[in-house]
């Protein structure tokens, strides 16, 4: 079996997204609730601002197929270097004595009384007058 390079799965990835990324309602809503659900995962963070860091991360293509809003360049690296100082300071701290496992950790992703048909974009049905 032929391994791929990693400039050829970049080169995918891009013309993938290029051919197929478009705004449309579901993808809005997707968008919306991909960020809502982030932004609960922090609750102490200012809604505004976790908002906007958010976008700050996300690229150009992903922003416009969500209906996002492009965040200003200084956000952008105020942002990538806030993240580069946690990943010092991260670096810099004694190894864990014990794993903090994810499988271990409750969830918040959906709350407690979501509902799987609830869940994702909604289908559009399929045109059948042709």
């Known amino acids: 079996m032929e391994r791929e390079s990693y400039a050829e799965l970049e ?7 290029r051919e197929r990324f478009r ?3 579901a993808t809005e809503r997707v968008g919306r609730a991909t960020r809502d659900m982030f932004l609960a995962w922090f609750p102490a963070v200012p809604r505004r601002f976790g908002v906007q860091a958010i976008y700050a991360l996300m690229d150009d293509r992903l922003l416009d197929a969500f209906g996002f809003p492009r965040p200003p360049r ?5 942002v990538e270097s806030a993240l580069r ?3 010092r300071v991260v670096a810099s701290l004694p ?3 014990r794993p ?3 499988t271990r950790r409750s969830t918040r992703t959906y709350g407690r009384e979501w509902q799987l048909e609830a869940l994702g974009p909604e289908l559009e049905a399929p045109d059948r007058s042709a």
Do not use: G, I, K, P
């Not at 080169?11 to 997204?17: K, P």
């Not at 200084?74 to 105020?78: E, I, K, N, Q, Y």
């Open 11 to 17: 080169s995918y990835n891009e013309d993938y997204e």
């Open 23 to 25: 705004r449309t309602d």
């Open 74 to 78: 200084a956000l952008r690296a105020a």
């Open 85 to 87: 100082a946690r990943a």
């Open 95 to 97: 190894a864990r004595r």
């Open 100 to 102: 903090r496992l994810r």
